[in-house]
């Protein structure tokens, strides 16, 4: 209630300023001709006539020729006055339509700064201070839904055009494993084959399986970091305590995982903590593969995710040399001419860059993946076996390099 009788006075007195200004300008216009200040001409001659008589004064100036200097200024006056009498004088508003101006003046400092107000402002809002905030985002964190719960709210994705022979071979695969439990290969096929149908609660069933076949000590990290894609998406984006676990696993193992550090930074996020977000986000900007599936959730959040840490953030606006995989699906809109000519562009810049040594993973990618979209797969080939023994000794990197070469068919597994 004081918030909108301080902001009514604020107004109110803003308001009268203006309506007084109105009405002061109205009094100078109604005041006799006697009244009004003299122009700027006859003031000067005065001043001149004034320092006539001081030079008179101080002997620097004859009485003679004061007395000729003094006729002319004397006549110049006059005659300045005269034209200062009959100057136009521009026409005055109505009375009427003063008051209307200052009327309209006021709705619009109560109305439209109301308006705005009401639309971004939080009347009534208590003060959030950060303890408060970091209690609200742990308790956040503590009540997750689980991953079933989380999959059961979950819209259902599932693939409904499968044919016939499709859907038979896979009913004689969850069969086969019904009989055959320990069937490490065979689990491990049926996660895949569930998961790109969209039945992510029986992938995620069969890759759990793997991972426990396996045992933990012996459970591949790629394994580990499919079964926690698996629940992220069973769950439409949600990560899980069950997820959030094989991530921190993942990362524990490789700390500079690009993928774990972005479904750890979102299920922060999720929980109300923008700042942990940011930490764990904002190394990605400049190595995360920009043809990765989430890159693009991390580009489009991660503005938002700076705003609510209280950081600045200027996007980076500046294009890599290669193609990027929207801009090889664009192309697809092309003739087919225009298509290869733009592909071949963008392939040979970054080749001139793969020759001079200075590439980094991300180009790598790029050049493969745009060599083998232009059907050329033994070129491809031959970079993807180049680039896998330059980054051999780097995890990040050779993580980037084994997804591109899965995706062109060159090395199975997900490396991501």
Request: glycine share 6%; proline share 5%.
């Amino acid at each position: 209630m004081w918030f909108y009788l301080t902001i009514a006075v604020i107004a109110g007195v803003c308001a009268t300023f203006v309506i007084l200004n109105l009405m002061k300008r109205e009094d100078r216009d109604a005041a006799p001709d006697a009244m009004s200040p003299p122009s700027e001409e006859v003031v000067f001659y005065q001043r001149q006539l004034a320092d006539i008589d001081r030079d008179v004064a101080s002997g620097t100036l004859a009485e003679e020729d004061a007395t000729r200097t003094r006729t002319e200024v004397s006549r110049r006056l006059l005659e300045a006055d005269k034209r200062a009498q009959n100057a136009p004088v521009l026409p005055q508003a109505p009375k009427g339509a003063s008051y209307a101006v200052a009327a309209l003046i006021v709705a619009l400092l109560f109305g439209v700064g109301g308006y705005i107000y009401a639309e971004l402002g939080g009347a009534g809002r208590a003060d959030e201070p950060l303890a408060e905030r970091f209690a609200e985002a742990n308790e956040a964190y503590e009540s997750r839904m689980s991953q079933r719960e989380a999959e059961e709210l979950a819209p259902d994705r599932s693939v409904k055009n499968i044919s016939d022979a499709d859907l038979d071979l896979l009913n004689k695969l969850r069969t086969a494993l019904e009989q055959r439990p320990t069937d490490e290969v065979g689990h491990r096929l049926l996660a895949k084959q569930e998961a790109q149908l969209g039945n992510y609660t029986a992938a995620r069933s069969a890759q759990s399986r793997v991972v426990e076949l396996m045992g933990p000590d012996n459970v591949d990290t790629n394994d580990l970091i499919l079964l926690a894609r698996i629940m992220v998406y069973g769950a439409n984006g949600f990560v899980s305590p069950e997820a959030e676990a094989l991530w921190g696993e993942v990362m524990r193992r490789a700390p500079q995982n690009a993928e774990a550090r972005f479904y750890m930074g979102l299920m922060l996020a999720q929980t109300g903590r923008p700042d942990a977000t940011y930490a764990f986000w904002e190394p990605l900007l400049e190595r995360a593969d920009p043809n990765a599936p989430w890159t693009d959730l991390l580009f489009a959040q991660f503005p938002d995710v700076a705003y609510f840490a209280g950081k600045e953030f200027t996007p980076d606006t500046s294009n890599t040399a290669g193609p990027t995989a929207e801009q090889v699906r664009d192309a697809g809109s092309m003739s087919e001419e225009d298509r290869q000519e733009m592909i071949l562009g963008m392939v040979e810049n970054l080749k001139g860059k793969l020759e001079a040594g200075d590439a980094t993973s991300q180009e790598w990618a790029q050049y493969i993946r745009a060599t083998s979209v232009l059907g050329k797969d033994d070129v491809a080939k031959q970079a993807y076996d180049v680039a896998k023994e330059t980054f051999a000794n780097n995890p990040q990197d050779a993580q980037i390099i084994a997804q591109v070469g899965a995706d062109s068919g060159f090395e199975t597994g997900v490396t991501e």
